[in-house]
C-alpha cells in the first residue's frame, strides 16, 4: 500500500560524546514504556551495544540508522518499515550532532534528522555553566537548517534549571524540555569499546528503573510527545516478506563472546530463505545440526579467550564443517577467533580455531584504521567480487600479524590498506557489514550454505 503514515517521533543529539545521550535515551525510553508505550528504539550509527541496551528496555529490536550505508530514501523505509506498529519512535545519535566523516558533519546524526525529518532533542552537559548555555545553544540550533525542536540540561541542578529554563526560552526559539541531575548510582559501566553490553551488567534493570525514574521526575515526557505528535508523515513502508521455503541452516553465533549483529544482518539472511539457528561457542560443545553455514559476529572474544580455546569439541566442530565446505563468514571478533592465535597485550597466547593463519594480538590503543571504510575486492571469490565496493566499518583494540589480500580498505582520507581474507569458502576480517547494502554478497552466503541439507 502506497502513501504516507504519520509516525510521531524525536531524535536526541548530543553536542558531543559523552555528554549523556545514552542515559538519557534509556531513561526516556523507560519511562515512556512503563506509561504503557509501545516505543520503537534506533540508534544512529555503527553502533552495537546501545542497541541492545534499548531492545532491553522496550522489548522490541533496535535499528540502526547509518547514513553511511543507507541512502536518504533507504532511511526513510527502515524507520518508517519497523515503526509501522509502534506508538512512539525514539532515535538516539551518535557523538556530536554534526560530527560525521573525518572532520565534516557529512554522514552525521544532523544528516539522519535531516533525512528523516525527525524533530531533534538536544543535550548538553551544562555542569559548571549559567549563561553561557545560550550562546552554546544558539550556534548549534542556528549553524544549520534542521529540525531542533528541544533542550535538554544535563548535570544540571533542579534550582539551576527553573532559572535557566525561562532565560534560554526567551533568548531563543527552543523549548527546555527537562533536566537530568548530577546523581550517584545511574552510570552505565563501560570498557574500551565503549559501554558495556546489557547481558554484561549485573544490576542493569536496577541502573534502568533509576534512569527511567529520574526521565519522569526531571523531563516534560508531555512535551517530547508533543513534539514527536508534530513530525512529519513517512512514505509507508512494509516489511519484506519471509520465503515460504527455507533453502538453508545457517549457525549464528550469540553469547557474551559473539553478540554484535546488526538485526538488519539477521533478517535479510531470513528473507533470503535462511533459517537462522543460534550456538555458543562459549558454552555449546558442537555446532546445531544440518548447518550449511555459519556466521561468526563480532563481540569480546578476548575477554573469553580461556573459555573459547579449551573448548575443543566446539573447535573441532567447526574445523569439520569448514573442511566440507560451508561457508564461513567471520567479522571481526570472529576474525580473532578463526585465527590461529589470541595473543593478549602481555604476550600470552592461546589457540584459536586456526582456520586462517595468522595471530592476532590485543592492543592498549585503537586502531588507526578505525571508521567508515570503503571496501573493494581485488579479485573473485565466492563471497565478493573482483572491482566490488563495498561500505563496512572498522573499529577494533587488536591488530593482525597479517590482514589479508581479498580487497583494498580505503578511508574518506585516502588512507589505504589490505585487508580481508578470502579462502576457499571462508570470508574473514575486520570490516562489519550492512546487508542492506551488500545484498549480494548476503545472498551469495546463502546460496553456498543451501547446498548443506
Not at 172 to 198: C, D, N, Q, W
Not at 305 to 326: F, T, V, Y
Request: glycine residues 10%; contains cysteine.
Amino acid at each position: 500500500m502506497k502513501g504516507t503514515v504519520n509516525m510521531p517521533r524525536v531524535l536526541f543529539a548530543g553536542a558531543n560524546s559523552g555528554c549523556g545521550k545514552t542515559s538519557i535515551t534509556c531513561g526516556v525510553l523507560k519511562a515512556l514504556t512503563d506509561r504503557g508505550i509501545r516505543v520503537q528504539p534506533y540508534k544512529c550509527g555503527p553502533d552495537y551495544i546501545d542497541p541492545m541496551l534499548h531492545s532491553h528496555i522496550t522489548g522490541r529490536d533496535c535499528r540502526n540508522l547509518d547514513p553511511f550505508f543507507s541512502t536518504g530514501e533507504d532511511l526513510r523505509f527502515l524507520m518508517a518499515k519497523d515503526s509501522a506498529d509502534a506508538g512512539f519512535t525514539v532515535a538516539e545519535g551518535v557523538m556530536g550532532y554534526y560530527d560525521g566523516i573525518g572532520v565534516s558533519s557529512e554522514k552525521s546524526t544532523y544528516t539522519v534528522s535531516v533525512e528523516t525529518e525527525t524533530p531533534v532533542i538536544l543535550i548538553l552537559n551544562v555542569k559548571g555553566m549559567s549563561h553561557t548555555m545560550i550562546p552554546l545553544i544558539k550556534g548549534l540550533i542556528e549553524y544549520r537548517e534542521n529540525p531542533v525542536k528541544g533542550v535538554i540540561l544535563n548535570r544540571c541542578s533542579k534550582g539551576m534549571y527553573r532559572m535557566m529554563k525561562p532565560e534560554i526560552e526567551k533568548a531563543l526559539p527552543v523549548k527546555v524540555v527537562g533536566y537530568f541531575p548530577p546523581r550517584e548510582g545511574i552510570h552505565i559501566g563501560s570498557r574500551h569499546l565503549g559501554l558495556m553490553t546489557a547481558a554484561e551488567i549485573r544490576n542493569l534493570d536496577e541502573v534502568i528503573d533509576i534512569l527511567g525514574r529520574t526521565a519522569e521526575e526531571g523531563i516534560d515526557l508531555e512535551e517530547i510527545l508533543r513534539i514527536g505528535a508534530a513530525a512529519p508523515a513517512l512514505p509507508r513502508a512494509e516489511k519484506p516478506p519471509l520465503p515460504g521455503i527455507k533453502k538453508a541452516r545457517i549457525a549464528v553465533a550469540m553469547d557474551k563472546a559473539f553478540c554484535f549483529y546488526y538485526r538488519e544482518n539477521l533478517e535479510i539472511l531470513e528473507q533470503m530463505g535462511a533459517e537462522l539457528v543460534y550456538f555458543s561457542p562459549v558454552n555449546d560443545r558442537a555446532l546445531p545440526e544440518k548447518v550449511g553455514g555459519i556466521y561468526l559476529g563480532g563481540g569480546y572474544p578476548e575477554t573469553y579467550r580461556k573459555q573459547l580455546s579449551e573448548n575443543e569439541e566446539m573447535k573441532k566442530s567447526i574445523r569439520e564443517a569448514a573442511s566440507c565446505g560451508k561457508p564461513v563468514f567471520a567479522e571481526c571478533g570472529g576474525f580473532m577467533y578463526v585465527c590461529d592465535n589470541l595473543v593478549e597485550t602481555d604476550g600470552s597466547a592461546m589457540p584459536m580455531l586456526g582456520l586462517i593463519h595468522t595471530d592476532v594480538e590485543m592492543t592498549t590503543r585503537l586502531s588507526m584504521d578505525f571508521g567508515y571504510v570503503t571496501l573493494t575486492g581485488l579479485k573473485d571469490n565466492p563471497f565478493i567480487r573482483q572491482g566490488e565496493q563495498i561500505r563496512v566499518h572498522e573499529f577494533h583494540y587488536s591488530k593482525a600479524e597479517r590482514r589479508g589480500d581479498a580487497a583494498i580498505m580505503e578511508k574518506s582520507t585516502g588512507r589505504r590498506w589490505e585487508g580481508l581474507y578470502a579462502q576457499g569458502r571462508i570470508l574473514a576480517g575486520y570490516p562489519h557489514f550492512y546487508f542492506h547494502n551488500c545484498k549480494a554478497l548476503a545472498e551469495r552466503f546463502v546460496e553456498m550454505a543451501s547446498e548443506f541439507d
